[in-house]
């Protein structure tokens, strides 16, 4: 069985010029990284233009789907009937797409195939976390 995910998903730049292109995003999930999502955004669609990758909880962009979530960096809302709103927030600025929930909805349940959700602590080797920790402390 495979040990992660990856979803191609079609991201729409929320921006003061109309008919922005659609941004080809990326979704992933790794189960030895169990509560967390990454969201990948190609160079050409960033300021840097350099390939930006963002790291949030799974459970922050499934609750986003239902209702607004995230204090933080990253915040996910509804938007309409299938949109989500997904901000991301960096000192250089705000960048805000809308993703199809349909997409996410697809994406999560992949990730619960692979890690259902509240186990995901039984992925995690805490020994072996531990051991490199103190390894490093050396």
């Known amino acids: 069985m495979s040990t992660d995910i990856e979803q191609p998903v079609e991201a729409r730049l929320v921006a003061a010029a109309p008919r922005v292109p659609s941004i080809p995003a990326t979704l992933h999930y790794d189960r030895s990284d169990p509560f967390a999502v990454?969201?990948?955004?190609?160079?050409?669609?960033?300021?840097?233009?350099?390939?930006?990758?963002?790291?949030?909880?799974?459970?922050?962009?499934?609750?986003?789907?239902?209702?607004?979530?995230?204090?933080?960096?990253?915040?996910?809302?509804?938007?309409?009937?299938?949109?989500?709103?997904?901000?991301?927030?960096?000192?250089?600025?705000?960048?805000?797409?809308?993703v199809r929930s349909g997409e996410i909805r697809r994406f999560l349940r992949d990730a619960s195939a692979l890690v259902p959700v509240g186990r995901e602590h039984l992925q995690l080797d805490l020994d072996h976390d531990l051991a490199e920790l103190m390894r490093d402390a050396r």
């Open 38 to 98: 990454r969201m990948t955004f190609p160079g050409p669609a960033t300021l840097e233009g350099v390939e930006v990758c963002w790291t949030f909880a799974r459970d922050l962009l499934a609750a986003g789907l239902r209702e607004p979530r995230g204090d933080g960096d990253v915040r996910v809302r509804p938007y309409g009937y299938d949109r989500t709103v997904m901000e991301f927030h960096a000192p250089e600025g705000i960048a805000v797409v809308h």
